[in-house]
């Protein structure tokens, strides 16, 4: 069965702290690991990282897949309150080419 | 445009109730799924369609029925719900199904409460 795993599962932080989050995974068939930002409703599209793209960057937003390792983890620094919220990795993959995601980490920046 | 439209926002429907959810996309994205997201859980994928073709059913029970009546739209009958069936109902696109390089991008949702 697919699977994949976040954490930390929560996260405090002040404001202008730099946070680290993590995801591993095991999925048959992997094509792409997928990075969203979840607030009050949709989860909102943040990176895509693949065997062709590794590393991706967006202003104090980057993210790096480790396919060695499985997993991946997305930076963010300089944090301010407008980045809490769920981050959701997902899977691309699997048997029947679908999105698995894991259960999210709860950032909270406090001011 | 990286749209999504779903409607309505806000369902409150009672058990014997039959409604349907609406979901819109002119991306050209020919793969078009449903999601259904519990508080603080991730979301749960319900049903896939590739090509206007319904690709995977993740064991749905039969009150939830999809159409997807052309490659733009994608609804959701729901006919004899459960109160436990209340949560948020999160249809995405992508250009083709999202294991194959693409990513997929969510509407924002219908919020159900059945009652």
């Known amino acids: 069965e697919d699977k994949v795993v976040q954490s930390p599962l929560s996260l405090v932080v002040h404001e202008g702290d730099t946070v680290t989050l993590n995801c591993s995974y095991e999925?048959?068939?992997?094509?792409?690991l997928l990075w969203y930002k979840q607030e009050k409703k949709a989860p909102t599209f943040l990176f895509m990282l693949?065997?062709?793209?590794i590393e991706k960057k967006s202003g104090r937003l980057s993210s790096i897949l480790d396919k060695k390792e499985l997993s991946s983890i997305l930076n963010i620094t300089a944090t301010q309150t407008g980045d809490s919220a769920i981050y959701l990795c997902?899977?691309?993959?699997?048997?029947?080419?679908?999105?698995?995601f894991g259960k999210g980490t709860l950032l909270t920046v406090n001011p | 445009d990286t749209e999504v439209t779903q409607t309505p926002k806000h369902l409150v429907m009672g058990m014997t109730n039959k409604k349907s959810l609406k979901c819109e996309q002119h991306m050209g994205h020919r793969a078009m799924y449903w999601y259904k997201q519990k508080a603080k859980k991730p979301p749960e994928l319900m049903f896939v369609y590739s090509y206007e073709k319904l690709s995977i059913n993740e064991s749905v029970p039969s009150r939830f029925s999809p159409e997807c009546p052309n490659s733009s739209l994608l609804n959701l009958h729901l006919h004899a719900l459960q109160p436990e069936d209340s949560a948020l109902y999160l249809c995405?696109?992508?250009?083709?199904?999202?294991?194959?390089?693409?990513?997929?991008?969510f509407g924002q949702g219908t919020r159900l409460t059945v009652v």
């Open positions: 693949t065997s062709s793209g």
């Open positions: 999925v048959t068939n992997f094509r792409s």
């Open positions: 995405a696109s992508s250009r083709d199904t999202a294991g194959a390089n693409t990513e997929a991008f």
């Open positions: 997902a899977v691309g993959g699997g048997s029947n080419y679908k999105l698995t």
